[in-house]
Each structure stands twice: as structure tokens, then as C-alpha cells.
């Protein structure tokens, strides 16, 4: 069994990850762009790197979970990237949410230098992660998503293999999230009707959590729409509308319409210009509570 795994990127998503594969028992070298965040998961049993270009072991895996695309294509393909020193046989496995072109690009990339990448985002959010309850998307060839398995597996509670084109993963990544930011757009619109005519919020979102809508994102966004609680954020405003922005993108590439994405990224690209950036990403609906007079 391999024992040794790199990884790279500890924010909300990649401290709790981490801290998985030290339970599975796994020894885990770790870089991270500001080293002091990585204190905890030292102390958990993490080896901290402090340059970058050290973190991978040739032919080994390395996991990244960095913001966002251009910092992905940063530390992978940069002067200081990790993705030179990787080497013969080793795989990427790249868990952030990217598009589906960085994807490609990243996977010719290491064909270039006889690597491999997958492409392996994610559904869940921190408390999934620390609970080893993440849904994990797989893309890439099949030996590289064979040999990263054990590892997606120490990290969530299922593995969906969609084929071996890179891009898949994120396709269906960004389709989810669209369908996530949908939904919260329209328990607001109902929560703020319910308001309007005297009722309480709360008991309007139990009423849909437990009914028709009782599932994940219902349940999990619910309260804090209904409570306007977007504070401490789990998933970044910010980050929220770069996935806006590349669901609109790729709708865009293969002229497939997606009208209600452009509504949801105009209320997005609002609530970052009020100073929201940085709330939880369900802090987009304040832009409906503000539109009904209601805050
Ligand atoms: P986050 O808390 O903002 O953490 C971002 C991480 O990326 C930090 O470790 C940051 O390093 C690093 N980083 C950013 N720019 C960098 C650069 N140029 N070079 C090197 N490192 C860089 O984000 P997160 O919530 O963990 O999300 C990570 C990814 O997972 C994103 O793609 C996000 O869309 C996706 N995701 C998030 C959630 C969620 O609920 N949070 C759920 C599913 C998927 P520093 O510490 O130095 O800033």
C-alpha cells in the first residue's frame, strides 16, 4: 500500500481533507502559500514543506485543493511549480473546482512529462469533509484513477468514475453547483413571500425541508437562509461567483443557455460589489431580501 502523499492547499476544504488521510494512516507532506496555516496539521502529524518545489516525491501523487484556477495552474505549471519535479508514473489528483479547459490543459501538460492528472472535484462542504462524507467526481485515465482511489476513499463516502475525458469532473461540478446557488436563490424568493404575509421564516423552511425538498442542500441551507446567517462563511461569496462565472463560460462554449446563471452571477457580482465577498456564498440571497424591501 503507498504510504506517502503530498498535498497542497489548506483552506477550509484542504485542512479537513488532510486530516482524513493522516486518520487513514497515511504519512502526508504538505505545502501551503502561507505556512502558518498549517500549524494544526502539523501538530495532527503533517511534514510541512516549506517550498513548494519540494513537496512532490518523483512518481508519488500529489493532491491540490488551491482557490481557483489560476493559482492551480500557479503552483502546478509555474517556474516554482510542483509539476516538473513530479515526474515518471506520478499522478495529480486536482480536487478544486476549475473548468473544464484547465482540466485539459493540466492533463497534456503532465502527459508532456510522462505524468498523469485526474480530475477529482468535489461535493460537500467543510463539516463533510471532516466527516469523510464528501462525493467525489474522477476523471482521467483509468490506472491514474485506480491508483488514487485509496486516497479519494479515505476522503469521502463515494467515488463516481466519469470516464476518462479530464474534463468530465468539472463539468458535472459546475452543473451541481448551479443547481446548488438555483435552489437557495428559491427558498429566498419563498422564504421572503412566507415573510411578507406575517409567517415565520424558519417555519416556512421546515416546512419545505421536510416535505417536498428534503434533501442535502434544503436541509444544509435552509436555516441559514431563513436566519440570514451568513457568517462564519463555509464556502466563500467569492469563490462562489468564479464557479458562476465559469458555469457561464462553458454554457457560453457550447451554446447551451443557461438564462437563470446569468441572473444568479448578476446577484453574486452585486453582493461582492456590497462588500460580501467574503460571507458564506448563500449571502447571495440577501440581494432578494433587499429587492422585497425586506432588509
Ligand atoms: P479557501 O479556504 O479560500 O482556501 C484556498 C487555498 O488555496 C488556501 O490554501 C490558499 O493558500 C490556496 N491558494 C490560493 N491562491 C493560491 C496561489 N496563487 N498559490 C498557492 N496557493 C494558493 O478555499 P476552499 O473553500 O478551501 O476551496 C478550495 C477549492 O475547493 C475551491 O476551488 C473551491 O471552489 C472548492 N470547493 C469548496 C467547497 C467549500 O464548501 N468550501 C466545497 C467544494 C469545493 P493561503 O492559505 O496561502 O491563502
Redesign the pocket.
Known sequence: MEKVISF???????APMLKSLLKAGYHVKVY???PE?ARDVVTAGAELVENLADVAVPGGIVIT????D??LE??TMGDEGFGQKLGEGGVHLS????SPDTSRKLAEFHHQHNSHYVAS??????DAAAAQKLFILSSGPNEAKERVKPFQEAMGQRVFDLGEEPGNANVIKLGGNFMIMAAMEAMAESFNLAEKNGIDRQVAAEVYASTLFNCTVYNGYGSMIANRKFEPA???LE?GL??CNLVLEEANAKQAPMPFASLLHDSLLASVAKGRGKHDWSALTRIASENAGLE
Open positions: 497542497i492547499g489548506l483552506g477550509n476544504m484542504g501551503n502559500r502561507t496555516k485543493m488551491v482557490s481557483n489560476q493559482a500557479e503552483v480536487m478544486s473546482t476549475v472535484p468535489v461535493f460537500g462542504r467543510p463555509g464556502f466563500q469563490l468564479k464557479d
